[in-house]
């Protein structure tokens, strides 16, 4: 074991000042970022008083969820490269001729990212429509062959369905419509920008992921391990694991980070995306009606995506986050 007071023991400590400077000026000087904290601290104490709870549980509710969310990107930072590192490998590995093209073509990519959510939030209202969570007529049965293409796909899920009794129709279909709206279309119309995504699956780079990766696959195995488990792990990975990671992270995100020069208003910006694009499903469906609930979910929402985006900005890679995103998920750590 190292001493303090011998070379590598001064090592150890000078790296960990550094990492610990790095995490305050990103995390905790940024006033955005205190603002927020206080926000989602608000939150939660009018969600419990709302519900007959007392202020200190919602006070207590609120420390607690910002603590775990902070600790684990203090972890990821701690076990990361360098930023300057990882900017010299994203280069490399992105060919830099196209890294620079992306960052050149970032700022139209952000606003184009951003329109595309705003498709994407009539496409998550339009399936909340045909399932009778929000009234009105489908949003998209007004776009031709739309409605002809659903009912192919659905027949198209049973057939699946039929043929392997454990996959459920409802399965294929999500899986289907996220790969489409979510991972193919960006994936062509960003690469038409000049975006390249060699890279956004490597494994090189990622251990910063271990710190998380290795309890939750604890987790996972002790209390994740239900009938079909291998399938449902499948399942999460390509919905919603993949789908949001490469949309989320890889697109927008990454939009942000290379078109906006403060890294934290990148990060806030990637994480209100993705939060966004939650909201009809929290407010019409999971809390009924009650905007209080909706908000305090709202706020774990946006912590996770800020999580995300950390992590995804810490390593470069997309691939060790998609598979922790899919192990939590049956058990609700993330």
């Not at 904290?37 to 509710?61: A, Q, R, V």
Request: glycine letters at 6%.
């Amino acid at each position: 074991m190292l001493a303090i007071g011998d070379p590598g023991g001064l090592r150890v400590v000078a790296y960990i000042k550094e990492k610990n400077k790095i995490f305050f000026q990103e995390l905790l000087y940024p006033r955005h970022f205190r603002i927020l904290i206080i926000i989602y601290i608000t939150l939660k104490i009018t969600s419990n008083l709302f519900y007959g709870d007392s202020y200190f549980i919602g006070i207590k509710n609120g420390i607690v969820g910002i603590l775990v969310y902070w600790l684990g990107m203090y972890t990821i930072n701690l076990a990361s490269e360098s930023n300057d590192d990882l900017q010299k490998r994203r280069m490399v590995t992105g060919n830099k001729k196209n890294y620079k093209q992306e960052a050149a073509a970032a700022k139209r990519g952000l606003l184009i990212s951003l329109l595309y959510t705003l498709f994407l939030l009539i496409f998550v209202v339009d399936s909340l429509q045909r399932i009778n969570i929000i009234t009105g007529h489908p949003l998209f049965s007004y776009v031709p062959g739309y409605d002809s293409f659903l009912s192919f796909l659905e027949q198209l899920s049973l057939n699946i369905s039929n043929a392997f009794d454990f996959i459920s129709s409802y399965q294929v279909e999500n899986i289907i419509l996220a790969g489409l709206f979510y991972v193919l279309i960006p994936y062509v119309l960003f690469r038409l920008l000049g975006y390249t995504f060699k890279g956004q699956f490597f494994l090189r780079g990622s251990q910063a992921a271990l710190p998380i990766f290795v309890p939750v696959v604890i987790l996972f195995i002790k209390n994740g391990l239900e009938e079909n488990w291998v399938w449902n792990l499948v399942y999460t990975v390509f919905y919603p694991a993949l789908s949001e990671a490469f949309f989320h992270r890889g697109i927008v995100y990454r939009s942000a980070a290379s078109a906006v020069k403060n890294p934290s208003t990148a990060l806030v910006m990637g994480a209100a995306v993705y939060c966004m694009l939650y909201f009809p499903y929290l407010y019409f469906w999971i809390c009924a009606g009650s905007i209080n609930l909706c908000l305090s979910k709202m706020g774990d929402v946006f912590l996770h995506g800020l999580l995300m985006a950390y992590a995804y900005r810490k390593t470069g890679t997309l691939l060790p986050w998609i598979l922790i995103h899919a192990l939590s998920n049956p058990i609700n750590f993330l």
